[in-house]
Nanobody, 115 residues
Framework: QVQLVESGGGLVQPGGSLRLSCAAS????????MGWYRQAPGKERELVAT???????TYAESVKGRFTISRDNAKNTVFLQMNSLKPEDTAVYYC?????????WGQGTQVTVSS
């Protein structure tokens, strides 16, 4: 059993910043990657950023240069620093953890960018 607990979401004005955190616990071994996805109302869930155990990163084009993903392998925690936030970044953000062949998901944290 794997649990992912996200924190750090909230309401922020356009141009502002937020930092999301996701801590994994439970039967964790050989993590392949951790990451963040998001789902806006009426849209499908989409990749935001991922980071492998070796810290190779992948970003959606829409967030490159604004968001930074990082991880603390010792604490099984992944972070998402979000800067220069835009209204179109509003969504529920989900943490993911891949231990092949399985992917685990957090419950999600709401991020709302609005003036």
């Amino acid at each position: 059993q794997v649990q992912l607990v996200e924190s750090g979401g909230g309401l922020v004005q356009p141009g502002g910043s937020l930092r999301l955190s996701c801590a994994a616990s439970g039967s964790i071994f050989n993590i392949n990657a951790m990451g963040w996805y998001r789902q806006a109302p009426g849209k499908e869930r989409e990749l935001v950023a991922t980071i492998t155990h070796g810290r190779t990163t992948t970003y959606a084009e829409s967030v490159k240069g604004r968001f930074t993903i990082s991880r603390d392998n010792a604490k099984n925690t992944v972070f998402l620093q979000m800067n220069s936030l835009k209204p179109e970044d509003t969504a529920v953000y989900y943490c993911s953890l891949v231990m092949a062949p399985y992917t685990y998901w957090g419950q999600g944290t709401q991020v709302t960018v609005s003036s």
